[in-house]
């Protein structure tokens, strides 16, 4: 059973590009808000959907990858 999760790898990607994005956000605003931690929060809110995003994607992919595979 040689199966490869592309799903996985999906979400992978998707908590890098998370990451990276909270990354610019905290750089790019370090010094503007006094209330930080709050500001972080509602970051980190509104870039969860790329996360999701990144799972769909590769799940999408696999299931495309994997049809082309299939002997009917």
């Known amino acids: 059973m040689n199966k490869k999760e592309y799903w996985l790898y999906g979400l992978i990607v ?3 590009i998370f990451g ?3 990354l610019f956000y905290y750089i790019k605003g370090i010094n503007r808000e006094p209330w930080g931690d709050l500001s ?3 970051i980190a809110v ?3 959907p790329v996360i ?3 799972l769909l994607i590769g799940w999408l992919y ?3 990858k994997n ?3 299939m002997v009917l």
């Open 14 to 16: 998707g908590i890098i």
């Open 20 to 22: 990276l994005g909270f």
């Open 40 to 42: 972080n929060l509602v």
């Open 46 to 48: 509104k870039l969860s």
């Open 52 to 54: 999701i995003l990144g």
């Open 62 to 64: 696999g299931k495309i």
């Open 67 to 69: 049809r082309n595979k």
